[in-house]
């Protein structure tokens, strides 16, 4: 019971949070718990305010009332000593990478390590080409620098510096946008393994519903400043709100459903003891 209970316990916890541009309210009285351990998505329309709350809980944002702790850690009026002890223990992958052009992938990998240790370079240039292979990157790809990577191999390397301090809580920022079907695939797959294999929690932004479908724990949709529904993605396309509703009835959101649902129907076929299914 112990264990399930902190399993359960909640590594992020936001609680009446505000935010305003101007005359703008991006959020109203939001409120949102995310567990240990869990792969949770963050979706919502264009300017619903995900990009805000992402960076509000990495502390490049300062909200204009409510409350968010982060690993037990309140951010209201945290000083810089505590901030950096934080970010310390979170990794954080920006949509469109954030590598330095000027640096080879080993390099930018590498570069926390630099920053936040003693460690002596030859080591941290052998961490940094271990975090790559974690990632599924070939140990050439460390003497290439970014601009010479495809889109998949960048997220990736983006991902292994994200992965350097060996944090505890993972940041991804539409870890599969601009990807192709294959490249997408991959991310998938690798952030589950990560999540599995290190119990890391991970929070990600995403308008990609077969990630949805197929890596997300829970998902919480915002709009119009609030959750306007958290849950499983089968618990969400249960409910009615019309946020939500938006969310599942368009033909892409129908789709993958419909292929989630084949994958599951053809796992429970694959299963022994499972007899085939009849032809109709």
């Not at 954080?92 to 954030?98: C, D, E, K, R």
Request: proline share 5%; glycine share 10%.
């Amino acid at each position: 019971m112990q264990a399930a209970a902190a399993n359960n316990a909640a590594v992020i916890e936001i609680r009446g949070l505000t935010t305003r541009f101007g005359a703008h309210v991006v959020h109203d009285g939001l409120d949102l718990d995310i567990r240990r351990a869990e792969i949770f998505a963050i979706v919502g329309g264009s300017g619903s305010g995900k990009s805000t709350l992402l960076r509000e809980m990495i502390l490049l944002h300062t909200p204009d009332a409510g409350s968010i702790h982060v690993l037990g850690v309140a951010l209201e009026h945290i000083n810089d000593e505590a901030a950096l002890a934080l970010r310390r223990r979170c990794g954080v992958m920006f949509q469109h990478g954030g590598l330095f052009g000027a640096l080879t992938v080993t390099e930018n990998v590498g570069l926390p390590l630099r920053e936040h240790s003693a460690l002596a370079d030859p080591l941290i240039d052998e961490i940094a080409a271990w975090k790559l292979a974690m990632t599924g990157l070939a140990p050439e790809v460390g003497l290439q620098y970014p601009s010479e990577l495809s889109g998949g191999m960048l997220k990736r390397a983006s991902l292994a510096r994200a992965l350097a301090l060996d944090p505890e809580l993972l940041f991804l920022d539409e870890p599969t946008a601009g990807l192709d079907p294959n490249s997408a695939d991959g991310v998938d797959t690798l952030v589950r393994k990560l999540r599995d294999t290190f119990g890391l929690t991970i929070v990600m932004i995403t308008h990609d519903l077969d990630l949805l479908w197929q890596v997300a724990d829970r998902v919480g949709v915002l709009a119009e400043g609030k959750m306007q529904g958290v849950g499983t993605m089968r618990e969400l396309a249960q409910m009615k709100q019309p946020a939500i509703r938006t969310f599942f009835d368009g033909p892409r959101g129908r789709a993958a459903e419909g292929q989630e649902e084949r994958q599951a129907a053809a796992t429970t076929a694959a299963t022994p003891g499972n007899p085939p299914s009849k032809p109709k």
